[in-house]
């Protein structure tokens, strides 16, 4: 989808249509979640901070978040997908991979398929969507984002090699910024550049993952479209309006999160073994902190003490902190497994 929030937002409230909008990112410590494309043209981007993106666009109209209804847009979007093929492969509220080398309409050519698609999410929905197809999941999502907005992208076989050659390496799905950064440093600036290292080479330098930038360079990803994942984590985090030093202005705010955190436990019906305390300090410096047990832990009184636990055994290691989050991981193994209070798991 393109710039999914924000269009959502102009779509709902037309007074913000063809106007620079950021979803989130208000007050003084806001991050932005997305921004609209009118907004993209100052340089403001997802992730920045609210009073950055300000800056560069003083214009910017900052709306609060709204998951609910990007859930429901999101719904109908799979929806509307499942009436072509089963193999959807979400990878987000606003993203998936779908497999139609089989498809429900019985069309061979996948462009077709996916002009139909971004046709009937435009009609159902109002807002507009960008494709990229291709043989590969690889390929298929880095063209993807080449027209956007509303665009699409066609990679042929046949094409893969001079595209991929002569793409930046910043552009590779799976390069991050660190990596992007550390290629560059060795005169590795486009795929033809990274092609002319051997199998070795590549493991040597980038480790475990040099064996898939190895393939995907050549055009070669073999993965299937997986229609169903095992969540790993569940994790809520806020980013506080102001620094806090002191355990007793830091209880009620875990509070806080802890009673949100608990709210999207029982939702989502998953509890696990290893509870996390994440805190950001003012200079930025992240820390993490986690407790494991042998058992599932799903008491909220014990996830509580183990967040207030942690805390009070890493208070040192902080002065003042600008973010508090907590992650549940580890997560059971199979149905059937018994939790702390010796019940069985039926779910």
């Known amino acids: 989808m393109d ?71 999101s719904e109908q979007i799979r929806a509307i997908f499942k009436k072509y093929t089963d193999l959807v492969e979400p990878l987000s509220f606003d993203e998936a991979y779908l497999d139609v080398t089989e498809n429900k309409i019985d069309e061979k050519i996948a462009t077709i398929v996916a002009n139909k698609i971004k046709a009937e999410i435009l009609e159902t929905t109002h807002l507009a969507c960008s494709a990229g197809v291709s043989y590969c999941k690889f390929i298929a999502k880095i063209a993807s984002d080449i027209n956007k907005p509303n665009g699409i992208c066609v990679i042929k076989p046949h094409q893969a090699e001079k595209f991929l050659e002569e793409l930046p390496v910043r552009k590779f799905y799976g390069v991050g910024k660190v990596t992007a950064s550390k290629m560059e440093g060795m005169d590795i600036h486009t795929g033809a550049d990274l092609k002319k290292l051997s199998k070795m080479e590549m493991t040597m330098r980038f480790g475990k993952a040099g064996a898939f930038y190895y393939d995907i360079v050549r055009g070669v990803d073999n993965r299937p479209v997986i229609t169903s994942r095992d969540r790993k984590s569940i994790a809520v985090e806020r980013t506080l309006e102001n620094d806090l030093e002191t355990i007793e202005e830091i209880t009620p705010v875990l509070n806080n999160i802890l009673e949100k955190f608990f709210e999207r436990l029982q939702k ?80």
């Open 268 to 347: 989502n019906k998953s509890y696990g073994r290893t509870v996390t305390l994440k805190l950001k300090t003012h200079d930025f410096k992240i820390l993490t902190r986690s407790r494991s047990k042998t058992y599932i832990v799903n008491n909220h009184e014990e996830i509580k003490s183990i967040a207030f636990s942690l805390l009070a055994e890493n208070e040192k290691d902080f002065k003042k902190i600008r973010l508090i989050g907590l992650t549940m991981s580890n997560f059971k193994d199979k149905i059937g497994e018994k939790d702390d209070n010796g019940q069985l798991n039926l779910f």
């Open 3 to 73: 710039a999914f929030y924000a269009s959502v937002e102009q779509r709902d409230n037309p007074e913000l249509q063809g106007k620079p909008v950021a979803v989130g990112g208000g007050g003084n410590r806001g991050v932005l979640t997305t921004a609209s494309y009118e907004a993209r043209k100052y340089g403001v981007r997802s992730a920045m901070p609210g009073y950055r993106a300000k800056q560069l666009c003083p214009e910017l109209i900052f709306v609060p978040v709204r998951f609910d209804a990007y859930r429901t847009a």
